[in-house]
Structure formats: structure tokens, C-alpha cells
């Protein structure tokens, strides 16, 4: 992975050279600030944001104290916020105030998110009145909306215009234009967008066509309240490069790009994976101390199930005492129907998450993953039935397995969809939390109905 | 989520109203091909592919045979590959060749890979040279690769041309274009890009400026043979648009969209989520008897992991005669270990998908993933022995199982990172089966160090 020795800063690669960190480490260790400056020359921002997470915490620290206030702003909104709020805290409020007014809305208000109160007053002073209006805006919308991600410069033209006067206009220095936009969109009196015309279709068309020939109508109008996950959702569907933000009167007042979403739809992902794995906070995992917090519950509440199902075995601590055997099979009865239950699960979660499981189908699901459990359970049972009959020989027992091996795996696959469905319907997110049921449920059944059915065939 | 009654077409909605799916089903039913005509008018490609993946087969059948022909076929492009090939298998030879023609190059080929090999033989026969060329090439690109996934049509110019220059070719009949895109990209007379120029940057820069002046470096230079996960991450690294693929002797043969991107990034997560939970094949889950197909290996893998950590329980059957209390607590501490190590690998998972966890930073994490085990296990293990005490009175288990506990929970935390990372380093996938790997080091150490520590106490 390492790409050998190299002084000059790296171009075009696509993961961070260990050598590199170390030049830089090694300059920053020895405050020398021309050495840094010739090492971060020429970087990318998202290069820059790569290093800066990778240096070790001193380095970082001496890094910003030299040469901070002269590396350039980009880099911030390409930062994790755990490494942005400690690189924020080390810049002198007068460059981050500055930095505010050069990135582009949408990250000018999720940078300063991540100051702090003081920091934020005193470099919103610093900045000029058309930032502190952007950035008080931004920080208006709530966390992960639509209007928190919304950029508020954008491309419009009224409905009369042709070609030639949007070019005109675009080229004009007061016009106020994100860097990069991929749409412009058509705009009534109202300031309501009735039209959207991608900016290659502009640059092809003749100046003097009018607006209103070549666009086509806007594919989605988001609002600014809407949840990040519904906006990628809607962007994935219609394959969006860009989307208007509209208020309740219709305006617009934003846009969203396609760049934004691809980091909602990867984070969202990673999300559910967290959080069907009981791991609570998706980004607190940096530390020992987060991430134990991050961990603990639900390894707390599944201890406390664990307990639930533990009841069960000891009513039948008579039999155990007897045939030892069935101590030793039921953990395995347990597992098997864990397992299908998680599979059933992840499958489920990830079908609501892509709304291939809606209310419309969930009946035709819930047949299936029925089915799927018990043609398993049959499958899994003969499996679990010949290495019991080998192991013990009492063709009790094995009955006793293979039966609860079926009604385990049918159960868990009910489990499985059912439990998703149950917390989505309760307004609840069906990833969190949903993995803790389930293992509850095809612990207890499976104890339960191994015991239940050994202590009966026994008897 | 439903929408009420509406005879319509539904407009800008995100979600097929469950109404709408019955109407058009009535109507395929009735073969009432002017009242399906109405309906599906003015429909978004992507809704019309979101309706016919609603639609019962038979109502499909009927109305492919009906107006199959008259659809636009850009909704192939958004259809799932399963509804795709049903689709495909239905619709006229003559119908699937002009809509590969008509298709951008990356959605032809797409399609074209889920035809079988007669229709997609009569289909090419009926396509025009250039289809049949584009199809071909991109067939021969492996699957998941950038070379399947980039578009052949693209915009470029040489590097002495100004603006007005770039304007006026692009609006000529004879550029081949695709219908919508980002960049166009300056190339040197080898064909090689050596910049790039935002088509809003293009419109709105005086016609006489060179492109030299106002292009900047391309961002990333796509090899065909990336895989689609690695070009995910540059494209999400760098917030690119679109990206130039170059062949080995740098001249540029295609270009990337986001948009394709971001069913990249949609997929391999969901991908992760189903391979972390053993479900085989993700998109291979529609019926009983591929769900059963893509869940049975790991579970009878688990069934063997299960049987061998089982054997353990054996070696320490006197004890649990002797004392059924161990019958009953052994199960909560394989679980909670169990769901440790699920924790962590989800984490490991995660961080080395999106490159957090390097080689140039394991050793941090290793320790992070031990101590966060270590104590969490303190914790838990706490919890564990108040309640064995409680139920059991008999300290000597309670110790046992508070030993027991810390010492899983640190064995869980150092599998969890430690499995993956050996996967990943011997060019496996690090998260299709560390989960088996995982949970069996977790059964196996709950059920050794438990039992084994109570039958030394009780001794």
C-alpha cells in the first residue's frame, strides 16, 4: 500500500502514504514550518483532511500552531467531526471565520456545527454579514434534514429568459452561483421552480432558444424538513444530480447535490450495520472511553435476556442432571436459530431500508422468510439429528433436536421480519435494537422447546 | 403511504401508491390496453420500473404482451436484474435492439448482460453498428469492474481550444455525446487527459479563453480494471462528479457518473450488512428456495462451529451433573462474548471499508478493540456475578462466571478486529465469514474458561 520514499507531496493517490505521515510528523515534531509548507503544497483538501487524521495527536497539534491559519478552508468540510471539532478548537477564530466565508454554504454550516459557542460568536464577527446570515440558517435547520445539507447559492432563471440571457447572466460577476452546478432551474414570479435545464443541455443549445423549450420539469421538489435518508432515497430512485429545495410556499430556496448525498447514503449504511450489531453511536467509537460507552448497553441488555432465557433451563434442571447431554446439545439448538434469525433480519432491514419491503408486500415477505425458516429447519434438524445420534445414541434425544432445530428456525424467521416490521411500524428505527429481540427470542424458544421436548421424550 | 385515489399517472410521489399498483393490475387483468395506455403516460422511467416490480406476474405478462413495445426504454435501465431478465425474456427481440441503442452506453451494457445469449444475438442483430460495438465492449469488461460500469460517449476537446471553440463543437450534430454530463475533459493529442473544465465553469467563462486557463488537474484517473468499490471510495474521497477511465497507455476510453456511483455505494453496503449476518448472496433473495440456497451454507457451517464448541460442554459433563447451576449460566456467557465480537467486527468492518483502519494504524486499534473488551468486561462481568449470586449463592460460581466473562469479552474484542484484519490480509473479503470465525473463538473461550473455572473452584 505504501508507494516508497517520496519528498514531494503525494498527487493522485488514493490512500494516505505511512511515509508521508512520517515526513510530516517528523517536520511538525521539529517545527519546521518551511519543511510543512513544501510538504502540504499542492495537496488536495481531501488529502489534506486524510493526513490531518492520521498524524498523531501532538504532531496535529504543533501542525496547526505553525502553519494552520495558511492551510486552506476546503480542507475543514472534508474532516470527520470528531478530528474537525479538535482541529477547530486549535485555529484562531479569525481564519475560521474566514474559512465560513469561503466554503460553500451547505459546509459552512456543518463546520461551524462543530464549534463550540464561543468559537462560533467570535468567528461569525469575524466574518462578513452574508456568511453570519448563511451559517445562522444553516444551524436553523435541524441535524441531518434536507435543509441542513441544502446549499443557498444556486442557479435561476425566470421563465421568459433564453440560452443566451442565462449564459449572459451567469457570466456576470454579481451573480451569486455555487462553485460547480450541474442544473439550473426555471422559476415563476414566485420564485417557484417550474422547470429544471442541466447545464450540458444549456451549453448545447442555441442562445437564442428559449428556457422553457429544453427544460424538463423538476423530477423532485425536496423540503427542507425532510429526513437526509428520504432525500437519498428520492436521489437514488430518480438518479439525481442535483434537486431544489422548496419552502411551504413553494420557493426555492436551496439546492441539493448529488456529493452531499453520496455521504448520507454511505453513513446510513454504515449505520445500520452499527447499529444491528448493538453498537449505539455510529461515529463515537474513536476512544476506549466512547466506544465502551458506545458498547455497553446493549451488551447490558442482552446479558439481562440472557438471564431471561437462562429461567428457562433451570426448570428443567432435573433433566439436565440426568442426561448431560442435553446441556450439551441445547447451546447449539439456540445458536443455529440465532443465526437464522439474524439472517432473516439483516435481510429485512436492508429490504425496508431500499423500501423493497412496504406494507403492500410485507405479507408475500413474511411467507417467505416462514418458509425459508422451516425448509432450513428440516434441512439443518437432519444435519443436527445424525451428529446427535452418532454422539449419544438415543434416538430420544436426536428426535428431540431435530424437532426443535424446525420449530427454532420457523420461529426465527417470523422473528426476523416480523420484529422490523413491528419497530417501523412504532415509529422506531428497525435496525436498532431489533438483533437483541430476535437472539431473546430464538434463545427462549430454542431452550424451551429442546428441553421441553427431550424432557417429554425421556419421561 | 398511501396517497388516496387517483386515476392519473402519479407525479413527483416517492413511493408507488398502493392504488395505483391495483388499477393497473385491474386493467392488465381486462386487457384494456387504451385504459393501461392512460395510465402509465407522463410516468417517470424509474417509477414505471418501481411499478412493474410491484406488479403480480401474471398482470406483468399481460401487460408486457400488450404494450411491452410502446414503453420507454429507459425504465430497463432502473429495473432490479431479477425483474430485468423476467422483463427482457417477454419483450421482442426487434423492441430490446432499439433500446440498447437508445440506452447510454453504461445502461446498454447493463442490460445486455441480463438478456440470454439467443435474445441478446437477435437484439444485436437488430441495433445499429455502433450498439452492437458499444455492447460488446462492454460486455467484455468484468462484472463490478469500472470498465462495466463507465460510458463510452464523452466530452472532450484538445488543449488549444478556447471556450467558444469547446460551445461550438458540442452544440454540432455530430458530437456524440452523452445526454447529460459534468466535465468535459481537455486532452493532449495522445488522447490522454491532462485536465478537467466543469461545464459550469465552461458556460460561464468568455468564449475566448483557452480551456488551458480555467481547467484544473484531473482528480482521478479510473483504470477499467478498478473494482467498483475502490472507484467508489475515490469518487466519495474526492466529491467527484464524474471521473475520465483511462487505458494503460493513459488515453481516455470512458467516463464514471456519480450517479452510477451511488448504487455502488447503496449496494456494497447492503452487501456488508447481509454478508456480516451469513446471508451468501445479496441479491439472490427473492424466492423461498434462493433464500434458502444463500442461507444454508453459513448456518451449516454454524451448525459445525456449534458441534465443536459443544464438545467442550462435554469434557466437564461430571460438573454439570454435579452442579446445574453451570448449565444455566454457561449460555449467557458464550452470548455476551458473542455479541462483543459482533461489535467490534461490525466496527472493523466498517473502518476498513472506508479505509479508517490501515495497515499504518492496526496496532492503535488492536489495543483500542482489547482494552474496550477488557473493560466492558469488567462491567458486565460485575453485573453477571450480582445476579448468579443472587440466584446461585454460591460464590464460587459467581466467581467463575465474573472471571469467565472478563476473560471472553477481551478474547471478543481482539477476535472481533483481529479476524478480519487476517481475512482482509489474505485477500479475502474481511466481512463475508468473520462473523462464523468470530462467534465460534466466542463459544468456545465462554464455555471453556466458564466451566473449567468452576470446576476448579468447586473442586
Chains 1, 2 share one sequence.
Do not use: C
Amino acid at each position: 500500500m505504501a508507494e516508497g520514499a517520496e519528498t514531494e507531496a503525494p498527487e493522485r493517490r488514493f490512500e494516505i502514504d505511512p511515509h508521508f505521515i512520517t515526513l510530516v510528523t517528523a517536520a511538525a515534531y521539529d517545527r519546521d514550518g518551511p519543511e510543512l509548507r513544501k510538504l502540504l503544497r499542492d495537496l488536495h483538501p481531501a488529502d489534506l483532511a486524510d493526513l490531518v487524521e492520521h498524524l498523531p495527536e501532538e504532531a496535529l497539534n504543533r501542525l496547526l500552531r505553525l502553519i494552520g491559519p495558511e492551510l486552506p478552508p476546503d480542507f475543514l468540510a472534508e474532516l470527520e467531526w470528531e478530528t474537525r471539532e479538535r482541529v477547530l478548537a486549535l485555529l484562531p477564530a479569525d481564519y475560521v471565520g474566514r474559512a465560513l466565508g469561503e466554503l460553500d454554504t451547505d459546509d459552512a454550516a456543518a463546520v461551524a456545527a462543530d464549534l463550540d459557542e464561543q468559537k462560533l460568536e467570535e468567528a461569525l464577527a469575524a466574518a462578513d454579514e452574508d456568511t453570519r446570515l448563511a451559517v445562522e440558517q444553516g444551524l436553523a435547520a435541524e441535524e441531518d434534514t434536507a435543509g441542513r445539507l441544502m446549499q443557498r447559492e444556486l442557479a435561476a432563471a425566470p421563465e421568459y429568459w433564453t440560452v443566451g440571457d442565462a449564459i449572459d447572466h451567469m457570466r456576470s460577476e454579481d451573480a451569486e452561483l455555487p462553485e460547480v452546478f450541474f442544473e439550473i432551474y426555471v422559476v415563476d414570479p414566485g420564485f417557484r421552480p417550474i422547470g429544471a435545464v442541466p447545464v450540458s443541455r444549456l451549453l448545447r443549445a442555441r442562445r437564442e432558444t428559449p428556457l422553457r423549450e429544453i427544460m424538463r420539469p423538476p423530477q423532485a421538489l425536496i423540503r427542507p424538513e425532510m429526513d437526509q435518508e428520504e432525500v437519498a432515497f428520492v436521489f437514488r430512485k430518480y438518479n439525481l444530480a442535483s434537486a431544489p429545495v422548496v419552502d411551504e410556499a413553494g420557493r426555492i430556496t436551496g439546492v441539493l447535490t448529488v456529493d452531499d448525498i453520496v455521504h448520507v447514503i454511505q453513513e446510513e449504511g454504515e449505520e445500520d450495520l452499527l447499529k444491528l450489531s448493538g453498537v449505539s453511536d455510529a461515529s463515537q467509537t474513536d476512544t476506549v472511553v466512547t466506544s465502551v460507552r458506545a458498547r455497553a448497553p446493549w451488551l447490558s441488555f442482552n446479558l439481562l435476556t440472557g438471564l431471561a432465557s437462562a429461567t428457562v433451563i433451570s426448570f428443567f434442571g432435573a433433566s439436565i442432571e440426568k442426561v448431560v447431554a442435553l446441556a450439551v446439545l441445547m447451546p447449539i439448538v439456540a445458536s443455529v436459530g440465532g443465526n437464522a434469525g439474524t439472517q432473516a433480519l439483516a435481510v429485512a432491514v436492508r429490504a425496508i431500508a431500499s423500501r423493497d419491503l412496504t406494507a403492500s408486500n410485507a405479507f408475500r415477505h413474511i411467507v417467505r422468510e416462514l418458509m425459508t425458516g422451516a425448509f432450513n429447519g428440516l434441512f439443518m434438524a437432519l444435519l443436527l439429528a445424525v451428529a446427535a445420534q452418532l454422539w449419544f445414541h438415543d434416538p430420544r434425544i436426536s428426535a428431540a433436536v431435530a424437532a426443535a432445530v424446525v420449530i427454532n428456525l420457523t420461529v426465527a424467521g417470523l422473528a426476523g421480519i416480523l420484529i422490523p416490521l413491528a419497530l417501523r411500524r412504532a415509529g422506531a428505527d428497525p435496525a436498532v435494537s431489533s438483533s437483541v429481540f430476535v437472539t431473546f427470542v430464538t434463545d427462549f424458544t430454542g431452550f424451551l422447546a429442546f428441553l421441553g421436548l427431550a424432557t417429554a421424550f425421556l419421561a
